[in-house]
T-cell receptor, first 117, second 112 residues
C-alpha cells in the first residue's frame, strides 16, 4: 500500500466554522507533512511532523492547527479561516525527516480542496 | 534566500517529440532533487529523483540532468504522449535537508 489518503476531497466552510482535514498513510512512514497550494502555484510547506511530534511550523497562522494522533494519521483543524485561505491542502509522508535525500521522496495525497466563503 | 525556479511557465510540444523542462536552484547546499508531475485535480506524483553526487539519471522515458556548477536541473521526456500533459515541478531539499522546496512549475501541453 503506497497511498496517502485525504478526506474530504472538497470542503466549503464559512469564516466562523470549525472543520478538520484528515490524512492517513499505512506505509510505516514516520514523517508527515501539510502543504498548501494555491491555483497555478507550487505547494508551500506548512507543517512537518516527525515521530508524531511537530518538527517544523513554517510560521503558519494559528487558525490552522495540526494534530498527529498516531503515526498513521495527520489532521489539520481549521477555525476562523479567511477567504484567502481557500486552496488545495496536500498531505504527504516520507520514511522519516532526518534528511530527505536519505529517505527518498515524499508521497502525496490527492489533496483536500478548501473553499472559504 | 533559498529559491527554486523555472525558466518556462508553459511548454507546448507535439506528440512524439521530446520535451525539456528546466529548473534553476539557488541553494548550493541542496543535495537531493525531485521532479514531480501534477495532473489537474490530483496531488504531485513522483517522477524521478537525483542526488548531488550524480549528473544524470534515467528512468522510463525520462532523464534528469543536474549541473551543480550553474545550479541547473532539467527533465527530459522522450516521445511525449498526451498523458504527459500536466504541470511539472522541481523540488530541492535545502540546507537542512529535511523539507522540500518547490519551484514555480511548468505546464506541458501535448498537441496531437
Amino acid at each position: 500500500d503506497t497511498e496517502v489518503t485525504q478526506t474530504p476531497k472538497h470542503l466549503v466552510m464559512g469564516m466562523t466554522n470549525k472543520k478538520s482535514l484528515k490524512c492517513e498513510q499505512h506505509m510505516g512512514h514516520r514523517a508527515m507533512y501539510w502543504y498548501k497550494q494555491k491555483a497555478k502555484k507550487p505547494p508551500e510547506l506548512m507543517f512537518v511532523y516527525s515521530y508524531e511530534k511537530l518538527s517544523i511550523n513554517e510560521s503558519v497562522p494559528s487558525r490552522f492547527s495540526p494534530e498527529c494522533p498516531n503515526s498513521s494519521l495527520l489532521n489539520l483543524h481549521l477555525h476562523a479561516l479567511q477567504p484567502e485561505d481557500s486552496a488545495l491542502y496536500l498531505c504527504a509522508s516520507s520514511q522519516d525527516i532526518s534528511r530527505i535525500s536519505n529517505t527518498g521522496e515524499l508521497f502525496f495525497g490527492e489533496g483536500s480542496r478548501l473553499t472559504v466563503l | 534566500g533559498e529559491s527554486v525556479g523555472l525558466h518556462l511557465p508553459t511548454l507546448s510540444v507535439q506528440e512524439g517529440d521530446n520535451s525539456i523542462i528546466n529548473c534553476a536552484y539557488s541553494n548550493s547546499a541542496s543535495d537531493y532533487f525531485i521532479w514531480y508531475k501534477q495532473e489537474s485535480g490530483k496531488g504531485p506524483q513522483f517522477i524521478i529523483d537525483i542526488r548531488s553526487n550524480m549528473d544524470k539519471r534515467q528512468g522510463q522515458r525520462v532523464t534528469v540532468l543536474l549541473n551543480k556548477t550553474v545550479k541547473h536541473l532539467s527533465l527530459q521526456i522522450a516521445a511525449t504522449q498526451p498523458g504527459d500533459s500536466a504541470v511539472y515541478f522541481c523540488a530541492e531539499n535545502g540546507a537542512a535537508g529535511n523539507k522540500l522546496t518547490f519551484g514555480g512549475g511548468t505546464r506541458v501541453l501535448v498537441k496531437p
